[in-house]
């Protein structure tokens, strides 16, 4: 009896162990990242390789996805903002919440299914077939060849999705809401324009999604980098990739809005 | 995929992004109105703000010349101390009245300001002299309540 709690009570120590340590070796991963980025960014191309496998391709969901939820936005808002006689603001309330929260939120999450997931899976198969064996064989360093690029790539285009997100977004809100409810334009945008802050609203939108892109990348190349290399591995590492920047970055939203939107 | 190509297609995703931030810069926030330009800004003390809130905008006749940029405790004078930053271009006489006024029945608070007749012009950290407090509902009331309540006593004693 006395054993067996023993011996649990040693396999959860482990466990906590193995974690502090991955976070270990996951911090000391992304400082190496941040050190051999010179290489790429001496030579850009291998950044705008990487963008368009993390940013253009992203480009076609994020429009769409932001699309039909602008536009689901403005049909739930009306409905609401409607028994109290005031659907004017109905520009504002999408705005607001797009730029805000659900653009950058929403197009992290889908950043980090569609293109978190892809790099994992990438590079996992990389180390798998031995491939970054090989450039090291070959004196070329793979942090600075593979991971740093993709680092980068994502970091740059996480704003500019989220940007096109909440965009879309609101168009979709004014299709919905001025197009084919009929509540009156003019209202719409001036409204809209009186209460959406630049500094306030939109830089910390755009700050946010920075953040978002940093911790979806960071997960994806170190889950990747850190695979065992086998095909249970890199199908274990990809499915971790989602589950943990899906949580990093709610979690992270809920920190970042605390410290942003204080009783405004 | 050719190289060439390959740039086109980042290209366009990288002009769509930073498109995307000017449309909301633009057209969804308030960088074409105030904010922008050149300012001053004016202080006045009220003895009751209601629920005027910072980024409020100052009106006069209507029209926004300005923002409400902080509101603070005056702990001499026990009134609240709002700092008001209003277009360079509009100048108000020395003695312009301010007052918390709401949008609606039920909408926001902002800062009304009627202009004077005073030939000297406000300068840049000016003190508004003459302000007029957020209407408080229950003063409103009560003393709405006194009010019935002395006309009653005495077409009760008739």
Redesign the interface.
């Known amino acids: 009896m006395l054993h067996r709690l023993s011996s649990s009570v040693s396999a959860l120590g482990a466990q906590v162990i193995d974690m502090v340590l991955r976070l270990g070796y996951a911090t000391r991963f992304m400082l190496l990242t941040l050190r051999q980025s010179t290489t790429c960014l001496m030579r850009p191309s291998l950044i705008v390789r990487e963008l368009y496998y993390t940013g253009t391709l992203s480009m076609v969901i994020i429009l769409v996805s932001g699309l039909f939820v602008g536009m689901v936005l403005a049909l739930q808002g009306y409905q609401t903002l409607v028994t109290y006689g005031s659907e004017s603001v109905l520009g504002v309330l999408v705005a607001l919440s797009l730029v805000r929260e659900l653009g950058p939120v929403i197009a992290a999450l889908l950043f980090a299914s569609r293109a978190g997931s892809a790099m994992t899976a990438e590079i996992g198969l990389m180390k798998a077939t031995e491939q970054l064996a090989a450039m090291e064989m070959m004196a070329v360093d793979p942090i600075a060849r593979v991971v740093a690029p993709r680092f980068w790539a994502g970091l740059l285009s996480m704003p500019l999705l989220a940007a096109l997100f909440s965009a879309m977004g609101i168009f979709g809100g004014y299709i919905v809401g001025v197009v084919l409810i009929g509540v009156d334009e003019g209202s719409f945008w001036s409204q809209m324009q009186s209460a959406v802050d630049v500094r306030e609203d939109i830089l910390n939108g755009v700050i946010k999604s920075v953040v978002f892109g940093i911790a979806i990348t960071w997960i994806a190349l170190f889950e990747g980098y850190d695979a065992p290399p086998t095909a249970e591995g890199v199908s274990g590492a990809t499915t971790r990739t989602v589950v943990t920047s899906s949580l990093a970055v709610l979690g992270l939203d809920f920190i970042l809005t605390s410290f942003m939107f204080r009783g405004v | 995929?050719q190289r060439s190509m390959?740039?086109l297609?980042?290209g366009?995703?990288?002009i769509?992004?930073?498109a995307?931030?000017v449309?909301?810069?633009f057209?969804?926030?308030?960088?074409?109105?105030t904010?922008a330009g050149e300012t001053y800004s004016l202080q006045a003390n009220f003895d009751n703000i209601g629920g005027l809130?910072?980024?409020a905008?100052v009106k006069s006749a209507g029209v926004?010349v300005g923002r409400v940029t902080r509101i603070e405790f005056n702990n001499d004078r026990f009134t609240a101390k709002v700092t008001l930053t209003i277009n360079k271009a509009v100048q108000f006489p020395k003695d312009s009245t301010a007052a918390i006024l709401t949008s609606g029945l039920l909408g926001e608070q902002y800062v009304g300001i009627d202009g004077g007749g005073d030939g000297e012009m406000f300068k840049a950290g000016d003190n508004i002299r003459l302000t007029q407090s957020a209407v408080v509902l229950e003063k409103l009331i009560s003393q709405f309540m006194f009010d019935k309540a002395a006309q009653g006593q005495p077409n009760a004693q008739k």
Do not use: C, E, I, Q
């Open positions: 995929m390959l740039d297609w980042v366009l995703f990288v769509a992004g930073l995307a931030l449309v909301l810069a057209k969804v926030g308030n960088m074409s109105s904010g809130k910072p980024r905008p926004v």
